[in-house]
């Protein structure tokens, strides 16, 4: 389907309730609906928004577009959870219907001031020619609904694009920072800095001095953080070229470890590495409660047609993981509360050739010697998605050439990392899969759209031991 302009930019005010059932039952008829991951009602989902602990739940927003699995008028929906597992659906909580918003309310971050959830967020406006000014509002959560504060940042500085969005608020010192990804003029992407004692005037400190220079053409989503008494800074480039296994989604997200310095804006750090090795992964956002920091992603990526676009909606968000720094490596765990899921064993075996029917949601542990193993995941006939390890090269092989429905195939249907491999932690939801190499060492995240027949799973290997539990 081609959408025309004045399709893509309708407002949810302007849909009939007849129109929204109907996209409804659209979306209900997918083979593919997620049992446990959060997922739009109907739409395009992308960016996690907001992620905040308050008032005694977890909140997260994320980019919706309502009318079709599309990037058009961007809104917030808003969901909830005490636990970070099970999550209340709250509604939409942003219609864009300000200038500054008039074409996208997008994506930003929440923060608690004065004893009430905030958020800042870039607004999108077009003009008549169709140009493009971002600016930066700030909202606060009232009755479910986020009503406008102010307009914090009403324009871009001198030296940059209107590809300036995405800012990330946290307090320190008394003082409130924002950092925000943005393009230069020579189009190239960087990030930059604002500070304010009152969130209503904020100056511009300006840009964040990194060794990434130059390193794609636009840096989306960036966020900083400290951690294990050393900062973080993760974001997105847009632009990298891909580099023997790495970078070959269409965007890559990921991460530098060192120290951010903020009266000189210097940024001291290692090598940048990717944070989710997978085909399906971007955008991601963190928070911290009880000095856990947790982080959320999108389970998509821009500019692909996937298989449920048929039915009117596209995309997830991630499993919640737990951020730590361990021996210099970041190391990312799925929250500890997702064993709350659990029912039945389905399967519980040591072996070298194993074979099991498995549910259409489940968890899987598997650890091995460290031998060369494959293991076939979602078998169907000649469908099957392969996860291969060879231990002389160290090379782990995720392959979905032949795991139901193709899509995106010409960034190719393997993605592979170099390490050595002695256990998974898989999540299986019903068109997704998230793989935890050696406790957090590595993620892949992927989706899949099976066949809706019953379905096996096939280890052959060195003896190893597996262990499944139901999550239906």
């Not at 997918?30 to 977890?58: A, C, M, V």
């Not at 099991?356 to 076939?376: H, I, K, M, Q, V």
């Amino acid at each position: 389907m081609t959408w025309t302009k004045a399709e893509r930019y309708r407002s949810l005010r302007d849909v009939s309730a007849l129109d929204m059932e109907t996209l409804r039952t659209k979306t209900a008829a997918s083979p593919w609906r997620f049992g446990y991951h959060i997922q739009p009602p109907t739409g395009l989902l992308n960016d996690p928004n907001g992620f905040t602990y308050f008032n005694g739940e977890y909140h997260m927003f994320y980019q919706w577009f309502p009318l079709g699995p599309v990037h058009g008028l961007k809104h917030w929906y808003h969901v909830t959870s005490t636990d970070l597992v099970t999550w209340t659906d709250r509604g939409v909580a942003l219609v864009p219907e300000t200038t500054e918003d008039s074409h996208g309310a997008y994506s930003g971050s929440g923060f608690v001031a004065d004893g009430e959830l905030h958020v800042m967020y870039t607004g999108n406006h077009r003009t008549d020619d169709w140009t493009r000014h971002a600016s930066q509002l700030i909202g606060v959560l009232r009755d479910g609904k986020i009503e406008r504060r102010n307009v914090a940042i009403p324009d871009v500085p001198a030296g940059y694009t209107e590809h300036f969005r995405d800012p990330k608020v946290w307090l320190e010192n008394g003082s409130y920072y924002a950092i925000v990804g943005a393009q230069r003029e020579n189009e190239t992407g960087c990030v930059v800095l604002y500070r304010s004692s009152d969130l209503n005037d904020w100056t511009f400190l300006g840009e964040v001095k990194t060794g990434l220079d130059p390193f794609g053409y636009m840096w989306e989503c960036p966020d900083v953080f400290e951690l294990n008494g050393q900062h973080v800074l993760v974001f997105s480039p847009q632009g990298i070229e891909p580099d023997g296994h790495r970078y070959h989604n269409i965007y890559q997200s990921g991460f530098v470890i060192g120290k951010l310095d903020l009266e000189t804006l210097t940024f001291e750090h290692g090598a940048f590495e990717e944070l989710d090795f997978g085909f399906d992964f971007y955008a991601p956002q963190t928070t911290e409660h009880e000095g856990r920091r947790l982080l959320v992603g999108w389970m998509g990526l821009p500019e692909i047609d996937y298989p449920t676009d048929r039915f009117g909606w596209a995309h997830a968000l991630t499993l919640p993981r737990e951020l730590s720094i361990e021996d210099g490596m970041l190391k990312q765990r799925p929250v500890q509360a997702m064993t709350k899921l659990r029912q039945a064993e389905f399967v519980n075996v040591s072996g070298t050739a194993v074979g099991a029917s498995t549910p259409n949601r489940y968890e899987l542990e598997l650890t091995t010697d460290g031998s060369d193993f494959t293991l076939e995941l979602l078998q169907v006939g000649d469908e099957s998605l392969v996860i291969r390890y060879d231990a002389s090269t160290r090379e782990l092989t995720i392959d979905r050439t032949n795991a139901g429905e193709p899509f995106a195939t010409e960034f190719g249907t393997t993605r592979t990392n170099v390490m050595d491999v002695t256990s998974l932690h898989l999540f299986v939801d019903s068109s997704s899969v998230e793989c935890f190499v050696n406790d957090g060492e590595a993620v892949a995240t992927l989706r899949v759209f099976p066949s809706e027949l019953d379905k096996q799973l096939r280890y052959e290997g060195a003896t190893a031991s597996l262990i499944g539990w139901t999550y239906e």
